[in-house]
């Protein structure tokens, strides 16, 4: 799933493209991605594009006439830069939106179709689908702490609950929790002021790197290698390979669809988490598909 600095990356490459451009057209090649039927999804033909902004994962643009136009990539959503009027692929192709320079392709693999696009007449519409997580990047330590111990959490589950946190899904998680040193499965209700600030700051150390690797990596292009593995994360997809920090092989729990990835040795003082309470820990904590999390 695209998080804060892919859908950061995103729109600044949307910025350079189509901030006070006039849409020209609205192409569905799948209904099912249209999640709103007022407006309509032409709404937009003829309306420039004044703003852009995030909402935890969405991407939203804001028209004319109060008019706002909402993509969420769920997991497997892509966003292609193409010439004017550039054919809708097919099979991966949901929708397009034509502008004089270009056109954005939303496209999505698989056959769950997941992605979405909503309309909204005034930003209210908006707000409804924001899930209501503080943005970790702008939080102090007080707001911070107090979005994570609201609710007595495994720390993977509590920094990817977009009620919790903005933005923070699968792969940057077990990237901050490593960064942090701690375990993904200790309890939001176990952390001490200490390790609350150790947390916070790991996460924004984490996402502001991967956003400014992503950004030297675009440059003035067109953000193609959206992707939740990377080549030089530390752990994230890692399983089996030598942990960047210590050496120790990277270890990985596995629940449902979910998979976590962590180091025993820097972060769980040297035990492996695999045992049957883990397993009932999980089956509690952890939802059994990303998407349930993110939709609430």
């Given at each position: 799933m695209p ?5 950061v990356?995103?729109m ?7 901030l ?16 709103t039927?007022?407006?309509p ?11 852009l ?11 004319e006439d ?19 009027r550039?054919?809708?692929?097919k099979?991966?192709g949901l929708?397009?939106?034509d ?8 496209t999505?693999?698989g056959?769950?179709k997941?992605a ?6 005034g930003?209210?519409?908006?707000a ?5 997580g503080?943005?970790p990047?702008?939080?102090d ?9 609201k ?12 009620r919790?946190f ?7 998680s ?5 960064q ?6 200790k309890?939001t209700s176990q ?20 956003t400014?690797?992503?950004?030297d ?7 193609t ?9 530390a ?10 920090r210590c ?12 998979e ?10 040297g035990?492996?988490l695999a045992?049957?309470s ?6 509690d904590?952890?939802?059994k ?8």
């Amino acid at each position: 799933m695209p998080e804060l600095p892919d859908i950061v990356v995103y729109m600044e490459a949307l910025e350079r493209r189509v901030l006070g451009e006039v849409v020209r057209g609205v192409r569905i090649a799948s209904p099912s991605v249209l999640r709103t039927y007022d407006p309509p999804y032409d709404a937009p033909v003829g309306l420039e594009v004044k703003t852009l902004q995030r909402v935890g994962k969405r991407i939203v643009f804001g028209m004319e006439d109060d008019l706002y136009l909402v993509i969420h990539l769920m997991v497997a959503g892509r966003l292609r830069w193409e010439p004017p009027r550039k054919p809708i692929p097919k099979k991966v192709g949901l929708a397009a939106i034509d502008f004089d320079p270009g056109t954005l392709i939303l496209t999505e693999q698989g056959t769950h179709k997941r992605a979405g696009i909503w309309l909204s007449r005034g930003f209210e519409g908006v707000a409804e689908l924001d899930r209501g997580g503080v943005e970790p990047l702008d939080a102090d330590v007080d707001e911070f702490g107090a979005a994570l111990k609201k609710e007595n959490r495994t720390l993977k589950r509590a920094l990817t609950d977009p009620r919790i946190f903005s933005g923070i899904g699968n792969s940057y998680s077990d990237e901050i929790l490593w960064q942090a040193r701690m375990s993904p499965v200790k309890r939001t209700s176990q952390l001490t002021d200490d390790e609350v600030e150790q947390l916070r700051q790991a996460v924004v150390e984490s996402l502001t790197e991967w956003t400014e690797r992503l950004r030297d990596e675009v440059g003035e292009d067109w953000p193609t290698k959206v992707t939740a593995f990377r080549d030089d994360m530390a752990v994230h997809g890692k399983f089996g390979q030598p942990c960047p920090r210590c050496g120790s092989k990277v270890q990985r729990i596995v629940h449902a669809s979910n998979e976590s990835n962590y180091c025993a040795t820097c972060q769980t003082g040297g035990k492996l988490l695999a045992d049957r309470s883990l397993s009932r820990l999980l089956k509690d904590d952890w939802p059994k598909t990303i998407e349930e999390l993110e939709e609430g």
